[in-house]
């Protein structure tokens, strides 16, 4: 399971830091070096790119996982640097920022879109498989997620428009109801889907932000 | 009865039933509304009107419904899914029974994608067989989803759709089981090409006894040009149209008046059909159509109850 990011276009990067002139550098060992939107050679170019521009980079670092409390004896280590610069743009998924926030008080930009927490399926082809919903029913769809794969969240699905095994949505999207029904037929549990799901309790996680505290 | 809505008597009462798609304006203006059911208002049992369709922004499906029913058309108040989320479902219900529309046609709605706002945030809160859940339980136990008690009758005659030609097929027999449990009164169909196919479908409904519990529509869509067959065909998704019938389009002087053909050539079929208890025509933007195809069918006049 990883967190899936993208790169932001340069230019929306370069806005961002249009009133900065000094810049530290983050990225993160983990996800980030998996998608190559924070590894250290990720870090090295736009480095480069942005003294380019005409930005200091007065120095990075790619701690082994921003999210983590490791990140802040990565801050320590680097104070002078991060002292220096005006701003950090951190190249991790938004968890990583999260954590940069809490243990600097410079300002903080992300040059990553998070996409989801997914599943690296061949090398460097990543599909999602949860929503983080709070209310897992894996139980009853094969292991695989309509919340999380159906482009409607269908829990009594499949819809009208799926076609060939393929999402009405785009011929590269697998229809999460197709491999559903395929899986459940398989091993003779399609009756599993008779039963009528109720509407889902949304306010479980997704509508819901309450810290917790562990069990 | 259950709604007493036109289209439930002429159901009930065994009749063929003639349904047809209103398609809304791309603005605020009643008249195009009404100049549509003045055109079908004899020709049809009940008119659908559309909500939001293919997520293109129109008039909505409520006000349409309005302005046909003082008009004195049974309206089929479409209502999908995508864009509203329990509370706002429940609410138009409401409005829509106060304002007297009886028949409800529940979907889940073209995915937002491919309207022309395609970077809104799809809803999705319920799905339309939970959607149809809770309008039988507004309507035969008074009740919200949340369980409260509403207030006044819910006067309703369910809709639901099925796409006898998406995939799986197989399946599609049990999820139309499953909207019939649900409480489906009635079925509108995707719209039929592959006749053949179509029959094969319904044999499965019937030999589970589905027929007897629920009124199938049979969908049908006037092709007028050599170019909409083909983008049917090829672009609209969960519809079949063999390419006997491109062909044959193809190959017509009259292209307009064989694609009337074909579509009566289908109803023909359609009418012999056990367990086909009517046809919805969807002539979208060719309207005109309706009244030639309804009447060259044999299907009038239509039943006074």
Same mark, same amino acid.
Request: proline share 5%; charged share 25%; glycine share 8%.
């Given at each position: ?24 550098? !983050? ?12 590894? !250290? ?155 009528? !799901? ?18 | ?22 398609? =809304? ?37 409520? $006000? ?8 004195? /058309? ?146 049908? /869509? =006037? ?39 074909? $579509? ?36 009038? =006049?239509?039943?006074?109850?």
């Amino acid at each position: 399971m990883k967190s899936i990011t993208v790169k932001k276009p340069f230019d929306e990067i370069k806005e961002a830091l249009k009133d900065v002139e000094k810049v530290f550098l !983050v990225g993160c060992g983990t996800c980030a070096t998996m998608c190559h939107t924070g590894g !250290v050679l990720e870090v090295l170019e736009m480095k480069e790119e942005l003294e380019k521009t005409g930005k200091k980079i007065t120095g990075w670092m790619v701690p082994p996982v921003a999210c983590d409390d490791v990140t802040k004896d990565a801050i320590d280590k680097n104070t002078d640097a991060i002292k220096e610069a005006d701003a950090l743009l951190v190249m991790s998924c938004a968890f990583g920022v999260h954590s940069i926030v809490i243990f600097s008080d410079k300002p903080v930009f992300p040059a990553t879109n998070t996409l989801y927490i997914g599943k690296e399926d061949t090398p460097g082809h990543f599909s999602r498989v949860c929503i983080q919903c709070g209310e897992c029913i894996l139980a009853f769809t094969g292991g695989i997620c309509p919340i999380a794969r159906c482009a409607k969240q269908l829990l009594n699905g499949p819809c009208g428009g799926a076609q060939g095994g393929k999402c009405e949505i785009s011929p590269d999207l697998p229809c999460a109801w197709h491999l559903i029904i395929e899986r459940l037929s398989k091993s003779g549990q399609l009756h599993k889907l008779e039963k009528i !799901v109720p509407p889902k309790n949304w306010g479980k996680a997704l509508t819901n932000s309450s810290p917790i505290k562990r069990s | 009865m259950k709604a007493g809505s036109n289209l439930e008597k002429v159901l009930e009462g065994g009749y063929f039933a003639v349904t047809a798609e209103v398609g =809304p304006p791309k603005g605020t203006s009643a008249s195009v509304i009404r100049r549509k059911g003045d055109l079908l208002k004899f020709y049809c049992d009940a008119l659908n009107v559309t909500d939001n369709q293919t997520a293109i922004v129109r008039m909505s499906s409520l $006000s349409g419904c309005v302005i046909l029913k003082e008009m004195g /058309i049974d309206p089929v108040m479409q209502m999908v899914v995508r864009d509203r989320n329990r509370i706002a479902i429940q609410s138009d219900i409401l409005g829509a029974v106060a304002l007297g529309i009886r028949n409800v046609l529940c979907l889940s709605g073209d995915h937002q994608k491919f309207g022309n706002h395609p970077d809104a945030k799809g809803v999705y809160d319920i799905d339309s067989i939970q959607l149809v859940q809770t309008l039988k339980t507004m309507r035969d136990e008074k009740k919200f989803l949340c369980g409260e008690g509403i207030s006044g009758d819910v006067l309703l005659f369910i809709g639901a759709v099925e796409n006898p030609f998406a995939d799986p097929f197989e399946y599609r027999v049990v999820r139309l089981a499953k909207k019939i449990r649900a409480g489906a009164d009635f079925i509108q169909t995707q719209a039929v090409y592959d006749v053949k196919k179509f029959s094969r479908w319904i044999e499965m409904i019937r030999d589970q006894g589905l027929d007897k519990q629920v009124h199938i529509l049979a969908g049908v /869509i =006037p092709i007028k040009s050599v170019g909409m067959a083909r983008y049917m065909r090829d672009n609209v998704s969960g519809v079949s149209v063999p390419d006997e019938i491109v062909s044959r389009l193809e190959g017509a002087k009259d292209v307009k008046e064989e694609g009337v053909k074909i $579509s009566l050539e289908i109803i023909d079929q359609l009418k012999e059909i056990d367990g086909v208890h009517g046809i919805h025509i969807m002539a979208v933007a060719w309207e005109d159509i309706v009244p030639v195809i309804v009447e060259r069918a044999g299907l009038l =006049p239509r039943p006074v109850l």
